[in-house]
């Protein structure tokens, strides 16, 4: 029943209730405005948040993401990695195998997920040297990851090449006579090296030397790049020859197994190459050298946070090792 | 001061008209983002190789893929994806692939993990080894080669693409190829490479690093090589990796190894 009294047709045009005065005046202060606003800004903001909760990486989920073939204690076996596996047992394409095989492999990584995950937990990580040696393998090359993902620029390789400028030349190549006389062979054994050297710089044969003189030659080699020569003259006799020109002698130069005179047979010094020339070798030597500059800044964090204490005898001459270049 | 009741109207409508049309342009935006988050699950879920045999989903992948590759990939391989040869990155579109044969599932492994990128699934099994230097191959116990041995094999590794030459420097360069330095391991014994480990194909005259001069040749063999692809897992979402791989594999126009 309509007494009349309430339903305003007698009061001029109907009123707004109080809540709604104004609520589209912005002019007009409205608390149920506000209210609302806020209800609405706190909803999305909840939403956002929730989105970002339930989608993240290692959120608890009962659904398989489709990137994923399976998940075993929220790890996920990705189906990349199920489909090389797959093909790689078969030797099939992945169309082309059984429902059985497939089913076959998705179990066979799904028991080997189950093992790894019961290897973590038993800590066999810490234990098995073959885990440990993996880990820090694995680890040691994270750094090139980076590396790999921010790739040098021009300027860096160059400003990189003029720092390590005598490192990009040409290889040198040599050919030598290492003639010796071996350690205890003759009283006066400097003496005769001195003469069999005066020899050879006459332009004796090497072989008529060897043979006045009693000197003997190892393996006799063809030309060689400069380490293997190097390698094998040893560091002295190799910093004795290496700027000598063909034909021209060395020695005598005693070692442990003797004295040595080296006859120069070629000598194909090094020429420095310039940028362009050595740009691959720059970037592979300035990744080498990131990778080190990262792993021993890891290296150098991780011993930060960490407590190591070290064994009496030995802690008064520890030190860290930095191969940083 | 109220305002008159003609203003109060036109700024009630106003006020409507916008928040239906914020409305509006979320809901258009869910909308998109649920038709997208179905299609990249489609593509996901697809097998690699049928997706070309299901036009919408393909041509969704190429666009991803053409737009990812230009974002994360053009930088090195170039936007027209012919690589160059004078750093050792490879030619996308030319139908030869050094890992694989380019079906879209070794694309898509290559891309997810990367080659010498320092992840444990990488393309890690293989490199060049420089056999001018004291230690050839940093993984694995090797001799370098004396500068002779590496011209003999450079002219013979030479000769497959360019016959007739001199005999007996062959000879010692097939001894050295098939002996002391190993590269029947890698490049098979008739030089024709090995897909499966990312070994080139010697014969096809196809180079990845250099022009295929004897020069060239010969540097790759002193001062080996070992190119990297960084890896792309954790960097760019499932969806977008399989579909720059959808993409090389529709530009490359399929496989060359089969």
Not at chain 1, 32 to 41: E, P, Q, V
Not at chain 1, 73 to 83: A, E, G, H, K, W
Not at chain 2, 30 to 46: K, V
Request: glycine residues 8%.
């Amino acid at each position: 029943m309509n007494d009349g009294t309430r339903d305003g047709a007698h009061d001029g045009p109907a009123r707004e209730p109080p809540w709604a005065a104004g609520f589209f005046d912005p002019s007009h202060m409205n608390p149920m405005r506000s209210m609302i606003l806020y209800a609405i800004g706190a909803l999305t903001g909840l939403a956002i948040a929730g989105y970002g909760l339930f989608t993240a990486a290692g959120t608890s989920t009962r659904t398989v993401p489709p990137e994923d073939v399976a998940l075993v204690n929220q790890r996920p076996i990705l189906r990349s990695d199920f489909i090389t596996q797959l093909e790689s047992e078969t030797g099939l394409k992945f169309e082309e195998t059984s429902a059985a095989a497939r089913l076959k492999v998705l179990d066979e990584m799904v028991r080997e997920e189950l093992l790894v995950q019961r290897g973590l937990e038993l800590d066999f990580a810490e234990t098995d040297q073959t885990t440990r040696n993996a880990l820090v393998s694995t680890i040691s090359q994270a750094a090139t990851v980076e590396v790999t993902t921010s790739p040098p620029t021009e300027a860096q390789l160059r400003d990189y090449y003029a720092k390590h400028q005598a490192d990009y030349a040409t290889d040198g190549v040599m050919q030598v006579r290492n003639l010796v006389l071996p350690a205890g062979a003759k009283p006066a054994a400097a003496a005769v090296a001195d003469q069999a050297a005066a020899a050879l710089r006459a332009g004796s044969s090497p072989d008529e030397v060897m043979r006045r003189f009693g000197l003997i030659e190892g393996k006799r080699y063809e030309e060689d790049y400069y380490f293997a020569a190097k390698y094998r003259l040893g560091d002295e006799i190799f910093e004795e020859v290496r700027n000598l020109d063909a034909g021209q002698v060395a020695g005598p130069v005693a070692a442990k197994d003797g004295i040595h005179v080296v006859l120069m047979v070629k000598n194909t010094k090094p020429v420095p190459l310039g940028y362009d020339a050595s740009r691959k070798a720059v970037v592979g030597d300035y990744n080498t050298a990131a990778q080190t500059r990262l792993l021993e800044a890891t290296v150098r964090f991780l011993r930060e946070r960490s407590k190591i204490l070290i064994a009496p005898d030995y802690v008064r001459d520890y030190r860290p090792a930095d191969p940083t270049p | 001061m109220k305002r008159p009741p003609e203003a109060a109207r036109v700024a009630r409508a106003r006020i409507l008209a916008g928040a239906a049309l914020a409305v509006i342009a979320v809901a258009a935006g869910g909308l998109w983002y649920a038709h997208d988050d179905a299609l990249s699950a489609r593509l996901l879920m697809a097998v690699p190789d049928g997706i070309q045999n299901d036009p919408p989903l393909h041509a969704y992948a190429i666009r991803r893929g053409r737009a990812a590759f230009a974002a994360h990939c053009a930088s090195c391989h170039g936007a027209d994806l012919a690589g160059d040869p004078t750093r050792g990155i490879p030619d996308l579109a030319d139908r030869d692939w050094l890992y694989g044969s380019g079906r879209v599932g070794e694309i898509e492994r290559t891309i997810l993990y990367g080659i010498r990128s320092g992840h444990p699934k990488a393309w890690n099994l293989a490199i060049m080894p420089a056999f001018a230097t004291a230690n050839p191959n940093k993984f694995y116990k090797m001799e370098p080669l004396t500068p002779r041995e590496v011209a003999d094999v450079a002219l013979y590794v030479y000769g497959f693409s360019h016959p007739g030459q001199d005999a007996q420097a062959l000879a010692r360069g097939w001894a050295v190829f098939h002996k002391n330095g190993f590269c029947f391991d890698c490049h098979g014994g008739d030089g024709r490479g090995d897909p499966a480990i990312g070994a080139p194909d010697l014969t096809d005259g196809i180079w990845l690093t250099g022009n295929g001069s004897l020069a060239s040749i010969t540097d790759s063999i002193a001062h080996g090589l070992q190119g990297i692809c960084p890896e792309w897992i954790g960097r760019l979402p499932a969806a977008t990796i399989r579909s720059i791989a959808v993409y090389l594999n529709a530009v490359s126009a399929g496989p060359s190894h089969e």
